[in-house]
């Protein structure tokens, strides 16, 4: 290996785009995360099935990606209320290693049901924009990513804006800084978490009609980036909006770089060992405060 | 244990050891897998239901025992029955330095979990890329033709033999050390860590010898995971797949009861087993949605698995008053 | 020599200091009671001397032994237990098996704990709640188990934390008399940490004051209840006897 300042360039550009996506998977999981303290572990599997609804709508149905948003995120919306509250809401309650299990056993379901229904071939979509390239310097940018890129990002301020700016944001924000406050101030707590859990799942719908136009669906597909997610939320902190979007950036730069400098799926051990790093001298993540 | 129970299991064992006389190659095979993930989720059973302390990637031991061996079995020529013991120790040095770090640093509950994942993970990745054991297309184990000493059976009838002696050793050897102070303490350990501390128990200590022992017993099935099944890869033996149906079985059994993983393991493996077989191989995925389903059910309506379900059954039948309700520390 | 000397002990958390320069001494045999205001720092000495937490600076010895840096397992096997002020039981395993669990410092062998245990639980009238499971026994038995729990670690030295909490008068007597008990027959040398005046004032030998983490008097209850500074501290509030 060598370190072509090409290649660096291009890990680099790579690294940022694809970082933004990761931001975007990331920070409804890190919501879940600090309103409820679930680890939902079936969180890949939500942007799975919300790929699968952009592919069909697109192969099947002709449809713009992009203009599957409009069906993508109110869909991924409502399963991800529903599966919440036939699944999860009852046992809110109960130790969180049971919750994990259960989210556990819900990852294997819907990966499963895809295996059977769909098969476990890697679904590629092509549209008039998918191989689009420019050069920036000495690096090439797809265009499809960069769109990806700029629909996370106004994705996430979108949810920023949300969570600042509105009541219902407001009770999210309170639900999860202390419970029982919320409680004695009149918010609804279950109805929040209702709430705060379909706006994650939401999240992944736009990131399934984002990713389609350039990264393959397949049922396996929610593995890699359901583990993606939780590195980025440990890392950036349980619960923390900001650190998701700049942990995203950080584990995308890292699977960019280690692309670049070492062979096939190895690069992936860089972000492994950073995640065990953080748990083990950081657990709270960089933006974290307090003790866990 | 009552005189029912030491009868009920005499009959049981009798008839398991006589099995192969009678049965087809299919029912052995079945016997065989529910034998062994018993077995596998038992060793888990120790760290996960025990001492508290949920491994999700405990396929990085099974993976260990069934690489070292075959690795040693392939290059040369050495048996099994000794590279499993090779395994074993390799398996029980991991266990202990993922223990000490992980716990040392005070790991809990779902972040010891997220970690133990994403080791697993890390050896798919590592192994994957190492071709001097076979990297992304993994390692066959040769066959030899009928040789007991180095493993290899024509027919079942010879794993069946060794898979039932190590489930019920392990059983055996599981039951002695929860009798034992150890057991008391890993119980200890799961139910309030600061109590134990406050009263002498070494926490630390106690949970990394949990682990390593956990370690140590999963990583023998994989020796034989290795020989039974012929063929190992990275996925196949460190990722999720084996880790999740390895605790599967005990959660779904009942989490830190002595027979919850074996319980577990004969109710679910020959239902996946069929569902497998009838669905047919295109739908791989059958077994594991039903496993899948089963712990949703199961963490909704009975997460205390089905031998937690039993006791407080058998308690409420026998009109038990409610101080006498069964205690977590009984061992049948 | 004392059996334990604290020695200018501090303990900061960031800005705070919860501890500051507090030194004092327990003879053998005694009960010394140690009282505070609200936020005094009361838990926080338990802590460092159990071991939970680590001092910032200052010493603490045990029979001659320095304790700092040891963890809480190691300063239990040593002799010296402590007990928690929010009770914690195991509440899966029954009473007996909860106080095995300390007879297990002493007695390696699950049978003789098992008698130990026994031997405990009937020292602290618990015996007909033997096999009766931590989750389902009252707020007073528990207290006793929580006695029970640390007695079968055979202490030399018993730190209780807030013992008389939540019971009534009835009660707050029975578990003062086990308290007596101990201490005058099995010479159990006692720290206790109280809010309820009553039961410090008449339990206690010596009496060590805390404010602020400072200690600010100590000496008989007689004199700790008229030392203005002890007065001033509880600006009234329990001075006048709960």
Sequence with gaps: MFFSLDLLAQALVTGILIGGVFALLSVGLTLIWGVMRIINFAHGEFLMVGMYIVYFLVTKGGWDPYVTLLVSVPALFVVGAAIFRLTIQPILAHPSMNQIMLTLGLSLILQNLALVVFRADPLIVQTAYSRVTFNLGPAVVRVPQLIAFGGSGLAAMLLYWFLQKTDAGRAIRAASQNREAAVLMGVDVQRTYLLAFGIGSACLGVAASLMVPFYYTSPTVGLWFG?????????????????????????GLTEAFGAAILPGTLSRVFTFAIFILVLLFRPQGLFGGGKK | MNKYTILFLAIVLVILFLLP???????????????????????????????????????????????????????????????????????????????????????????????????????????????????????EVTWLGHRPDMMEFDGKAGYYYIILVMTILGVIVTRWLYQRRSGYQWIAVRENEDAAEALGVDTLRAKIEATVLSALMTAIGGTFYAQYFTYIGPRSVFGEGPSIQILLFAIIGGLGTLWGPVVGAIVLVPIAELARAKLGGSFGGAHLLLYGTVMVLVMLFMPKGIVGLAQNVYARLTRRRPDSAQSAKEVV | MSLLEVSKLTKHFGGLTAVNNLSFSIDEGEIVGLIGPNGAGKTTIFNLVSGFIVPSSGD???????????????????????????????????????????????????ALAREKALRVLERVDMSHKAETLGRDLTLMELKRLEIGKALATEPKLLLLDEVAAGLNTVEVEEILALVRQLNQQESVTLLVVEHVMKVIMSLSHRIVVLNFGEKIAQGTPHEVAHNPAVLEAYLGEEASGA
């Design chain 3, 60 to 110: 603490i010895t045990f029979s001659g032994r320095r304790l700092n840096g040891l963890k809480p397992h190691q300063v239990c096997q040593l002799g010296l237990t402590r007990t928690f002020q929010v009770v914690q039981p195991f509440p899966d395993m029954t009473a007996l098996e909860n106080v095995m669990m300390g007879a297990f410092v002493r007695h390696a062998n699950p």
């Design chain 2, 21 to 139: 006389l009678v049965a087809g190659e299919y029912l052995l095979h079945m016997i065989v897998l529910v034998l062994l993930y018993a077995y596998l989720a038992t060793a888990w059973n120790i760290l996960g239901g025990y001492a508290g302390q949920h491994s999700l990637g405990h396929g990085v031991f099974l993976g260990i025992g069934a690489y070292v061996s075959t690795f040693l079995f392939i290059q040369w020529g050495i048996t099994p029955w000794l590279g499993m013991w090779a395994g074993g120790a390799v398996s029980a040095l991991v266990g202990w330095f993922i223990g000490y770090v992980c716990f040392r640093y005070g790991l809990k509950g779902p972040y010891f979990a997220l970690v133990t994942i994403a080791l697993a993970e890390a050896f798919v990745y590592l192994t994957s890329n190492v071709d001097v054991i076979g990297g992304a297309k993994g390692l």
């Design chain 1, 227 to 251: 583990q993606v997610a939780f590195i980025v939320v440990i890392l950036g902190g349980m619960g923390n909006f900001m650190g998701a979007l700049v942990g995203g950036q950080i584990i």
